[in-house]
Every structure is written in structure tokens, then in C-alpha cells.
């Protein structure tokens, strides 16, 4: 009878099975003379701030021990410029093609050209194409700015963006900090890219945010295929300072008391400052929302 084979330990295992996997049965019957794997195509998925994938198809059964993607033409080359994640991929632990190989996340401000797939030996596999980083395009130095209860347009550039692209305010620094947190209670504000162009290269959305607590240090993050997701981990990239302003209120006013320590000019110093700043007081009425304050100024 025909048997198969486990290829994790060279075996076959039952008796009435099918024909041994990717070779043929050795004359004893004991051990499967496995082919050697021969590559069909290679496909290279990056996206940014998710780690890159290469599917790789062709016959026979990976035996590499970890593959590696270089800038090419050969396996001395320079490595695809990674910020996170393995620069070396290990096998995936398949015993069928397609094999699906995970990387690290490349550095989307970087001009890369095209990739070449190495084994662990340091041979060529084969040309893994173009390196392509799908999804948002951080701007540097981008700024949105918003008013509460007033239509603001959001303008987002990229590479084959998606519907299914998700958007989120967090506060913190950077969307990908440890301490950074998703902003709650942010209404208005759609959930998913749209207003695509055609090429999917650009998405322009007329947003008003109707409630949310106001903020000059949100961020506006972005998640590829992240639409619906409810944790931060799913929005790494960082496109940008997000200002959230509290609009007008018609009975605000601020009292800033001046020490009369301070009317005397040899009195500028820090501890008068710092009674200064103690005295300030604001009173707000109709709005319970942060109010912005320029830099103060002491003239004579």
C-alpha cells in the first residue's frame, strides 16, 4: 500500500493512505525521498507599519532554515531598511506550497528599489519584485486642525488606500508610543477612510466632530485594514498632530490679578513669577472644554 510521509521527522505513518508528500518512498518503504523545492513565483507584501510577507510558491518542501530579503542583486547586498521585527525570516512550519514567510516592518521614508530573496546559505532564491509600501504616507510635519460643531476637511495621501483603512485620535506623542492612549468619545469623526480617489493614491473627507474633549496634542493615527478596531496596536502610524479646538463661547472670560510685588520693576523674579502664575483664574460658563492660553508677556 501507499504510504505518507512525516516530513518533520523523514517517517511515513499509516498503511492505507495516500502517496508520500513532494517524493517518492525509498526501496524499505521507511523514509520519503523528498524533493528538493523548487520556487514558482514570489509575491512581496508590505504595508506600512505592518510587517512585510513573501508568499512563496513552486513544488517540493522548504527545507531553508530562515530566508532574508536584500536590496539586490545579490545576497552580500544591503537589507531592506527595517525599523521593527525580524530582518530574517524563519521557516513557517508548512508541509504544503504556498509558504507564507513573515519580516519586519520597513521604513516607509526610505526610496526602495527592488528585493531579492536569499536562503540561509546566502543564494539567491529569486527576485521578490519591487518594494511597494501600500497604505498612508506620514507627512512630516503635518497638522489637522479642527473646530468643535464646524466642518474641517482631512486630507490623507498614500499608496492603493482602502474603505477599509481605519482612523483614531490618541493622545501621547507619537501614535506608536507605549504610553499613548485612544482619545474616548470622539463623535463625528468617521471611522474608516473615504472620499478615495480613483487610483486609491489620496482619500479627502469633510469631518465635523460634533462632541469630544478639545486638545491641541492629539495625534492622528493609522491603521491599514484597522477600520472598526478598538486598540491602538491596530493604528502605528502616526500621520500627524491633530489640533481639536473647543470653538466660541459666549460667556467665557479670564482674571489674571497682578501681585502688587510686581508693580515694582526690581520684583521680576521668580518668585514673583511664580505668584503670578498662581493668581491666574479662569471662569468658563455653557462649556465644561479646555481653554487655550497664548504666552504670556510682561511689559512696563
Not at 474616548?184 to 479627502?204: C, K, M, R, S, W
Request: charged share 15%.
Amino acid at each position: 500500500a501507499e504510504v505518507a510521509c512525516d516530513l518533520a521527522h523523514g517517517q511515513w505513518s499509516g498503511t492505507m493512505t495516500l502517496s508520500c508528500l513532494f517524493g517518492a518512498l525509498t526501496a524499505d518503504t521507511s523514509t520519503c525521498d523528498v524533493q528538493e523545492f523548487v520556487p514558482a513565483d514570489i509575491e512581496l507584501d508590505c504595508a506600512v507599519g505592518q510587517p512585510c510577507t513573501v508568499t512563496l510558491g513552486g513544488s517540493g518542501y522548504v527545507g531553508f532554515v530562515a530566508l532574508s530579503l536584500v536590496t539586490g542583486p545579490t545576497c552580500d547586498s544591503d537589507p531592506l531598511p527595517w525599523t521593527s521585527g525580524n530582518i530574517t525570516a524563519v521557516d513557517p512550519e508548512s508541509y504544503y506550497p504556498p509558504y507564507v514567510f513573515d519580516f519586519g516592518v520597513v521604513d516607509p521614508a526610505s526610496a526602495v528599489g527592488a528585493a531579492v530573496l536569499c536562503d540561509g546559505t546566502g543564494s539567491v532564491v529569486g527576485a521578490a519584485g519591487a518594494v511597494v509600501i501600500t497604505g498612508a504616507t506620514p507627512v512630516l510635519g503635518r497638522v489637522y486642525d479642527c473646530t468643535l460643531g464646524e466642518e474641517c476637511t482631512l486630507e490623507v495621501a498614500g499608496v492603493a488606500l482602502s474603505e477599509e483603512d481605519g482612523i483614531r485620535l490618541a493622545a501621547g506623542e507619537d501614535c506608536g508610543d507605549e504610553g499613548a492612549v485612544l482619545v474616548p468619545n470622539i463623535e463625528g469623526l468617521p471611522p474608516n477612510l473615504a472620499g478615495l480617489g480613483e487610483d486609491g493614491a489620496n482619500a479627502t473627507m469633510a469631518v465635523t466632530i460634533t462632541a469630544g474633549p478639545a486638545s491641541l496634542q492629539y495625534r492622528l493615527c493609522y491603521g491599514r485594514g484597522a477600520a472598526g478596531a478598538e486598540d491602538l496596536a491596530s493604528f502605528p502610524v502616526d500621520l500627524g498632530r491633530f489640533i481639536l479646538r473647543s470653538g466660541t463661547s459666549s460667556t467665557s472670560s479670564v482674571t489674571v490679578p497682578v501681585p502688587s510685588s510686581l508693580l515694582n520693576l526690581g520684583q521680576f523674579n521668580a518668585g514673583g513669577l511664580a505668584q503670578l502664575a498662581a493668581d491666574v483664574t479662569v471662569a468658563v460658563s455653557s462649556r465644561s472644554l479646555p481653554v487655550l492660553f497664548p504666552a504670556l508677556e510682561i511689559c512696563r
